[in-house]
Nanobody, 126 residues
């Protein structure tokens, strides 16, 4: 099992900066890709940024040059540094993991599918 807990959401003025954190817990051996998505009411959840074990990143066009994703792999933690925030960045931000390997009851490796965190609210005032 993999559980995700986000933190760092807050109210910030336009032009400000925030850093979101997400810690994955469980008997984790490895997580391939960790990332961030966001959602506003009435709209679909959208990709913000992802980072895999090879160091490959993927950013939404709307955040390129402003947001930076990073990971502490041994701590199963992913961060999202958000600079030059805009009111349109206001959303609930969700941590996401895709494939993960965990240790089973007898220590055997098990593959688990994607997981989502509960979300953290980011509000950018104009």
């Amino acid at each position: 099992q993999v559980d995700l807990v986000e933190s760092g959401g807050d109210l910030v003025q336009a032009g400000g900066r925030l850093t979101l954190s997400c810690v994955a817990s469980g008997s984790i051996v490895a997580i391939d890709t960790m990332g961030w998505y966001r959602q506003v009411p009435g709209k679909q959840r959208e990709l913000v940024a992802t980072l895999n074990l090879d160091g490959d990143t993927n950013y939404a066009d709307s955040v390129k040059g402003r947001f930076v994703i990073s990971r502490e792999i041994p701590k199963n933690t992913v961060f999202l540094l958000m600079n030059s925030l805009k009111p349109e960045d206001t959303a609930v931000y969700y941590c996401h993991t895709d494939r993960a390997t965990v240790r089973g009851f007898n220590g055997e490796p098990l593959n688990v599918g994607e997981r989502w965190g509960q979300g953290t609210q980011v509000t950018v005032s104009s």
